[in-house]
């Protein structure tokens, strides 16, 4: 009997303790703008800038969004060049007066 009573309070103390893991994974900070910017715009703007820049590009992959707040976004961006290299690296997006754009570039 009191080995049976030890299975039930173990599991559900790990019952507990992955609804806590998943509550704290899938809570995200108040005001976050993860609908107001989708990978599909963010691999937009990311071309936009490498063709204003004369980087001969031809596809963007952005395959991940981390949103650090409403106004900020790191994004996880994969390009190939004309030139058959593939590139991968992070970029910052911020959205100033209503609109998204990589941070520090004006253009």
């Known amino acids: 009997m009191i080995?049976?009573?030890t299975k039930m309070l173990a599991w559900a103390g790990l019952v507990l303790v992955m609804g806590f893991l998943l509550a704290g994974c899938g809570a995200?900070?108040?005001g976050t703008a993860s609908g107001d910017l989708t990978p599909k715009q963010a691999a937009e703007l990311v071309y936009h800038d490498l063709a204003f820049h004369n980087?001969?590009?031809e596809k963007v992959t952005v395959t991940q969004c981390l949103f650090e707040d409403a106004n900020t976004?790191?994004?996880d961006v994969t390009y190939s060049t004309q030139d058959g290299k593939n590139i991968s690296?992070?970029?910052t997006l911020?959205?100033?007066n209503g609109q998204w754009q990589i941070d520090g570039h004006d253009h």
Request: charge should be positive; glycine fraction near 6%.
């Open 94 to 96: 911020i959205k100033l």
């Open 3 to 5: 080995k049976k009573a």
């Open 89 to 91: 690296q992070k970029a």
């Open 55 to 57: 980087v001969g590009v």
């Open 73 to 75: 976004a790191v994004v």
């Open 28 to 30: 995200a900070p108040s």
